[in-house]
């Protein structure tokens, strides 16, 4: 794979958390050697209706944490989500961490900020990040190191991660039966994800990966975790018998497909917190509030 310093004896152990609110997976992945750990895409609960958040399932991950004797190294984002709040700095204040997100958060911090009429004092920087990973960018996790791979296309700041035999893809991929990530929101691309799909689908094809979301299609159980190989061979859209496996192909499927596709429920609440590292906007005030953009998405 490139120059990336992938190295499959490593096997971090990975505990995954499903969230049914909002189909999210998060995975704690733990060194053995060092019990050093690192969080990607935590959830926040959110009532939509009522305006209230709550940390059910954030405190669910963090017991469990506590629990291993774990120490937490990293949260990290695989990218601006746009179907649940992330719960990164409610579990940094409580475990310590820090927060990273690929570096193409500037560009949804632009787009974004238009679309919610974000004034001056909303910073398109990336600074409410702890770190913003470029493609190749490493980190550690104990004795485990990080791999950051740039894969664009659901969103400028998608990032496949890969630690050890662990690949986690955020939106990228989905099971083989479930296929791969829309791209029709501001910023999206389907050559672009095409051309990141085949980045993950050339890693090992024994390398584990995760999966940020599963809807259980066609009446199935909740699944998360598949491999390389089998999604090469059994994915739906990219897959060796499948109809977009052709670059161009792909972009017709992926197009068309999108234009079926509801927004999602969260996606106003969800931009907003999301692309401020996990932070809640505030007014002039001081206190939280949410703004509902009108025929703009």
């Not at 004034?119 to 996790?141: I, K, M, P």
């Not at 496949?160 to 099971?175: N, Q, S, W, Y």
Request: charged share 25%.
């Amino acid at each position: 794979m490139g120059s990336y310093p992938i190295d499959m004896a490593k096997h971090p152990a990975v505990t995954s958390f499903f969230d049914p609110a909002t189909n999210t997976i998060c995975h704690v992945a733990a060194d053995p050697e060092t019990n050093a750990c690192a969080i990607y895409d935590s959830v926040l609960d959110i009532d939509y209706a009522a305006g209230r958040l709550s940390h059910a399932h954030a405190d669910e991950v963090i017991a469990f944490i506590r629990a291993k004797g774990l120490s937490l190294d990293w949260l990290i984002e695989t990218h601006v989500h746009a179907d649940h709040l992330s719960a990164a700095p409610y579990i940094q204040e409580r475990l310590g961490g820090r927060i990273g997100i690929g570096a193409g958060i500037v560009e949804v911090q632009e787009t974004f900020g238009k679309v919610f009429n974000e004034g001056t004092a909303f910073q398109r920087d990336g600074s409410q990040f702890d770190r913003l990973f470029e493609d190749g960018d490493t980190y550690s996790v104990g004795s485990l190191t990080g791999i950051a791979i740039h894969t664009p296309g659901h969103t400028p700041a998608c990032m496949t991660h890969v630690l050890g035999d662990a690949a986690f893809v955020g939106d990228t991929l989905f099971m083989p039966d479930g296929g791969t990530a829309r791209a029709d929101f501001p910023g999206g691309d389907a050559g672009q994800l095409y051309d990141s799909i085949q980045k993950v689908l050339s890693l090992p094809d024994k390398m584990r990966l995760f999966m940020c979301h599963d809807y259980g299609p066609n009446g199935r159980e909740i699944r998360w975790e598949t491999t390389v190989g089998e999604e090469k061979a059994r994915n739906i859209h990219v897959g060796t018998s499948a109809e977009g496996r052709d670059r161009d192909a792909f972009v017709r499927l992926r197009t068309e497909r999108d234009r079926t596709l509801a927004m999602p429920r969260l996606i106003i609440p969800s931009i907003q917190v999301n692309m401020r590292g996990g932070h809640l906007p505030r007014g002039d005030d001081g206190k939280p509030v949410l703004k509902v953009p009108i025929d703009t998405l």
